[in-house]
């Protein structure tokens, strides 16, 4: 018990934005909750949710259930669509796969490919999956394929040292794909649970490096049975809809299994996870709510919605 109030307790601090913008100015400029329900602040509402970042999909979804129960007279009352609201969220995410995809025993390590643009919070990210995994009692082994860009190494070198694991790198500019293929036979060798990969910081819309990522892809998968077990997207939740575009486009381009929303303790507001939830499959596996490597929460639906109306 103690350690979900700990979990709700960060994803409310990180969610304390959202909140402002859905609620705090409705609250202000009409007594939402004794108010009656009308056409003035069912258009104030769907105002709200957009600039939540909540997105056009899912925003359309909602006030089109609201009108319709208002237009029908189910609806009357402003609570009454706050009661509605967290039932349609929560039922966006059906029963879903959202744990971390592990190799099966014997098979060898579980890969985790990590990609996402510059800036997202890429490299902090893996930091957090690591010592997570590390609280686990799994021996974790780091790939730093990212040659391109001056300093990344380092960076991920810095973290490495911080939670005590071993980076396996490569020259500067150098090929990624050959680090990927130094890496897996190192992570079999030392009997590594987990390789993680941090891929170079690419834009969706550069071709080649998407055809580096598949090139990577290619390699880990020949040395490793069923590599890379997991593919995760890491985007930052401030970016708000070019987040959602980037998840859109990704998984056009690669088989994204999941997505690390960082930074969702900043200026971000979370109604972007309703829209990637909206506009993809894919399922949000973790969140980042801190800047420490412990900062790290599994993604709950309910929890995640039941923040978001917190007060």
Same mark, same amino acid.
């Given at each position: 018990?103690? +350690? @979900?109030?700990?979990?709700?307790?960060?994803?409310?601090?990180?969610?304390?934005?959202?909140?402002?913008? +859905?609620?705090?100015?409705?609250?202000?400029?009409?007594?939402?909750? #004794?108010?009656?329900?009308?056409?003035?602040?069912?258009?104030?509402?769907?105002?709200?949710?957009?600039?939540?970042?909540?997105?056009?999909?899912?925003?359309?979804?909602?006030?089109?259930?609201? $009108?319709?129960?208002?237009?029908?007279?189910?609806?009357?009352?402003?609570?009454?669509?706050?009661?509605? +609201?967290? $039932?349609?969220?929560?039922?966006?995410?059906?029963?879903?796969?959202? %744990?971390?995809?592990?190799?099966?025993?014997? %098979?060898?390590?579980?890969?985790?490919?990590?990609?996402?643009?510059?800036?997202?919070?890429? !490299? !902090?990210?893996?930091?957090?999956?690591?010592?997570?995994?590390?609280?686990?009692?799994?021996?974790?082994? =780091? *790939?730093?394929?990212?040659?391109?860009?001056?300093?990344?190494?380092?960076?991920?070198?810095?973290?490495?040292? $911080? =939670?005590?694991?071993?980076?396996?790198?490569?020259?500067?500019?150098?090929?990624?794909?050959?680090?990927?293929?130094?890496?897996?036979?190192? #992570?079999?060798?030392?009997?590594?649970?987990? =390789?993680?990969?941090?891929?170079?910081?690419?834009?969706?819309?550069?071709?080649? +490096?998407?055809?580096?990522?598949?090139?990577?892809?290619?390699?880990?998968?020949?040395?490793?049975?069923?590599?890379?077990?997991? !593919?995760?997207?890491?985007?930052? &939740?401030?970016?708000?809809?070019? &987040? =959602? $575009?980037?998840?859109?486009?990704?998984?056009?381009? &690669?088989?994204?299994?999941?997505?690390?929303l960082a930074k969702l303790d900043g200026t971000a507001k979370g109604g972007i996870v309703v829209a990637i939830r909206a506009a993809t499959s894919i399922p949000v596996k973790f969140v980042g709510v801190g800047? !420490?490597?412990?900062?790290?929460?599994?993604?709950?639906?309910?929890?995640?919605?039941? #923040?978001? @109306? *917190?007060?």
């Open positions: 018990m103690a +350690l @979900f109030k700990s979990a709700m307790s960060k994803i409310k601090q990180g969610l304390a934005k959202t909140r402002d913008v +859905l609620f705090m100015d409705v609250r202000d400029l009409v007594p939402f909750f #004794a108010r009656k329900l009308d056409d003035e602040l069912i258009n104030e509402l769907e105002t709200r949710l957009l600039k939540a970042d909540v997105g056009t999909l899912a925003t359309k979804r909602l006030i089109d259930g609201i $009108r319709a129960d208002y237009k029908s007279g189910k609806m009357t009352r402003g609570e009454e669509v706050l009661v509605y +609201l967290k $039932r349609e969220l929560k039922a966006m995410w059906p029963e879903q796969d959202r %744990s971390l995809h592990i190799a099966p025993p014997g %098979s060898g390590p579980t890969v985790i490919l990590v990609t996402g643009v510059n800036g997202a919070g890429k !490299t !902090t990210s893996i930091a957090k999956l690591c010592a997570m995994l590390r609280s686990q009692d799994k021996k974790v082994l =780091l *790939a730093a394929c990212d040659t391109f860009r001056a300093g990344a190494v380092r960076q991920l070198e810095i973290w490495a040292d $911080r =939670l005590g694991v071993e980076v396996i790198k490569g020259q500067q500019g150098g090929d990624p794909a050959a680090v990927a293929f130094d890496a897996c036979k190192a #992570a079999i060798a030392r009997a590594a649970d987990v =390789l993680i990969i941090d891929t170079a910081g690419r834009l969706h819309t550069q071709d080649p +490096l998407m055809r580096q990522l598949g090139k990577i892809r290619t390699v880990v998968a020949k040395q490793i049975e069923g590599a890379p077990h997991e !593919t995760l997207l890491v985007l930052d &939740a401030t970016s708000g809809q070019n &987040a =959602l $575009r980037q998840a859109e486009e990704f998984s056009k381009a &690669a088989p994204i299994t999941g997505v690390f800047e !420490t490597p412990d900062d790290i929460e599994p993604f709950d639906p309910d929890q995640f919605v039941d #923040a978001m @109306f *917190a007060t």
